[in-house]
C-alpha cells in the first residue's frame, strides 16, 4: 500500500488531490458521482463580498486539442447568502473543505474572510487574485507584488486558518510574486490560475464568448503550469497546489517532482467526474512498480 497523505501547513491530507476552483461548484452537487476518500480537500467556487451575475454568455466554449475556455465572471451569490444558503451543503462530512474568496479590493478580501471565520469547519481560504475574466481586480492584483503582499497580510490578520494564494502565470518573474506571498503569512501557494485566450467562429466573424476573451483551461495548459510550479518552489518553501492540465496520475507524478505538494483538478472534472479514483489509483500504481513507499517522497525531486 502507497502512503498517500501530505502534510501542508499544519494541516493532514490524506491525499494531495484538490478540486480546483470554480469546477466543483460547491461540493454537494457531486456526492453520487465522487467518491470522496480520493480527496485531501475541495476548493469552492470564488465568494465575493457582493453578489455577481458574472459575464454575459456564451460562457464556455471548447478548443481544439482538448482546451476549455470560460468567462464565467466569478458569478456567486455573495458571502451572506453563501453563508445562508451554500454553506450547509459544503462536504464538512467527507474532506477538507477550502474556499475560494474574491474581491476588488484589500478590503473586500477581508470583509469576506471576517464572515466565513463564523461558518464551522471550514479548513482554510484560497485567495483568487488572478482570475482573467473579470474587468476590476483580476490580473492587475495578481501581478503586483505589493498588492498581493497587503493582501495575504490583511487577510493572515483577520484569521488563523490555512491560507493559500492563486496567482497568474501571465508573468515572466514569479519569484517576486510568491516571495511576497510568503512574507505576508501565506501557508501555500496555487499555481496557476487560466491563460487569457480567445476564440473565433469565422462563419459568423464573432468571437465564440460573450465576453470577447476569457480563461483558457484542459491538457494544453500543462507545459506552463508545469514551469510555473518548478518556478515558485525553487524561490519559497511553502507548499505549492499545483493546477493547470492534470488528467492523469502521471501528471500529478510529474508536478510533485517539479516541486508541488497538492494537485487540484479542474477541467477534467468536467470531461470525467470519475477522474480523482482513477487518478490516485494511477498514482499508486506508478508508486508501486518503482518502489516509492509514500508520495510525499516525491515533492521536489526533479533532477536538474
Known amino acids: 500500500m502507497i502512503d498517500t497523505s501530505i502534510q501542508m501547513g499544519g494541516l493532514a491530507f490524506r491525499t494531495p488531490l484538490l478540486t480546483g476552483s470554480g469546477t466543483f461548484g460547491y461540493g454537494d ?23 455577481r451575475p458574472g459575464n454575459q454568455p456564451p460562457r464556455i466554449c471548447e478548443t481544439q486539442l482538448g482546451g476549455l475556455l470560460n468567462s464565467i465572471g466569478l458569478a456567486n451569490p455573495g458571502v451572506e447568502v453563501f453563508i445562508a444558503d451554500k454553506a450547509q451543503i459544503l462536504p ?8 475560494s474568496v474574491v474581491g476588488d479590493a484589500v478590503e473586500e478580501f477581508v470583509s469576506v474572510v471576517e464572515k466565513l471565520e463564523f461558518v464551522p469547519a471550514v479548513s482554510g481560504y484560497e485567495l483568487n487574485l488572478s482570475c482573467p475574466n473579470v474587468q476590476k481586480g483580476g490580473l492587475s492584483l495578481g501581478g503586483d507584488k505589493d498588492a498581493v503582499a497587503e493582501i495575504t497580510r490583511a487577510c493572515r490578520n483577520v484569521t488563523k486558518r490555512f491560507i493559500s494564494v492563486k496567482l497568474t502565470p501571465h508573468h515572466a518573474l514569479v519569484a517576486p510574486l510568491a516571495e511576497a506571498a510568503a512574507a505576508a503569512g501565506v501557508d501555500a501557494l496555487t499555481m496557476t490560475n487560466t491563460l487569457v485566450g480567445m476564440v473565433i467562429d469565422a462563419e459568423t466573424r464573432r468571437p465564440k464568448l460573450g465576453n470577447v476573451t476569457g480563461g483558457y483551461s484542459g491538457p494544453p495548459l500543462k507545459p506552463v503550469s508545469l514551469a510555473k510550479v518548478w518556478q515558485a518552489a525553487k524561490a519559497v518553501s511553502l507548499p505549492i497546489w499545483a493546477s493547470g492540465g492534470i488528467t492523469c496520475g502521471l501528471d500529478c507524478i510529474e508536478f510533485l517532482l517539479a ?4 494537485l487540484q483538478l479542474g477541467s477534467v472534472l468536467f470531461a470525467d467526474p470519475y477522474a480523482p479514483t482513477r487518478i490516485l489509483r494511477e498514482m499508486s500504481e506508478w508508486c508501486e512498480k518503482r518502489g516509492v513507499k509514500k508520495l510525499s517522497d516525491l515533492i521536489g525531486q526533479l533532477k536538474t
Do not use: M, W
Not at 464538512?92 to 474556499?99: G, H, K, L, M, R
Open 92 to 99: 464538512f462530512d467527507a474532506t477538507q473543505v477550502f474556499i
Open 259 to 262: 516541486g508541488a505538494s497538492g
Open 29 to 51: 452537487e457531486y456526492r453520487t458521482l465522487i467518491d470522496y476518500s480520493a480527496f485531501g480537500g475541495i476548493i469552492t467556487k470564488s465568494i465575493s463580498r457582493l453578489p
